[in-house]
């Protein structure tokens, strides 16, 4: 790094850059905004999602919300008017929503989302995707993940980032019994192997918030678990 982060944190809040952020009821979208609300890089943020947050703590009382019918999200295009940084955070499962349900969420609601978004204006679309996302792939999951990551970067945004994190490390609310095991099963092996197999939610957040504050050198950007890592950590070593 050629300035610290905290420079550029700083030269950033100067710009009074606007931001909205796409399934904040999620675990990383909650973690997401608890993160830009901390650091203030914002000088708006919006939350964009099918129903309205309960934010009882005053450091929210200034964030904005919009509730769509993605369903409809047309008839909803001026909820994604003016902001120039997207963070799209939506995304459900098989088991829960069935592989129909799961299609709408993490593709067409996604992709829908992202040609607003584009349409109004945001100039830098951040999207979590998933380790292994192909659309070639032979797996559902991660064939979806593929598909929309490609078909999004087709809108041509000035600056599209794709998040690849491998499984997240986190105390989910809602009861995933098979993600619960792997994460118990993955906590002993990230400390031998710290980038490769997990990345805590918390590391991924400040990687997203980290990255929006550094130069866009490529109009596309792919980071893989590994820098996810490297991005979240910056600045700690200076704390």
Known sequence: MDKDIEVLREDYRK??????????????GKE????????????????????KLTLEDEAYKEVAQEVVDFEKLDEFSAAFQGHDVGFCCLGTTKAKAGQAGFIRVDHDYVLKSAELAKAGGCSHFNLESSKGADKSSSFLYLKVKGEVE??????????YTIFRPAVLLCDRQESRPSEWFARKMLVPVSYMFPTAYSVPITTLVKAMVNNAVLPGDKKVELLENKAIHSLGKLGEAKK
């Not at 997401?32 to 129903?51: A, D, H, M, P, Q």
């Open 15 to 28: 710009m009074n850059k606007s931001c909205f952020i796409l399934g904040a009821s999620g675990e990383t």
């Open 32 to 51: 997401l905004l608890k993160e830009i609300v901390t650091s203030r890089l914002f000088s708006r943020v919006t939350l964009i999602g099918r129903r």
């Open 150 to 159: 490609a078909e999004v970067q087709e809108l041509g945004f000035e600056r």
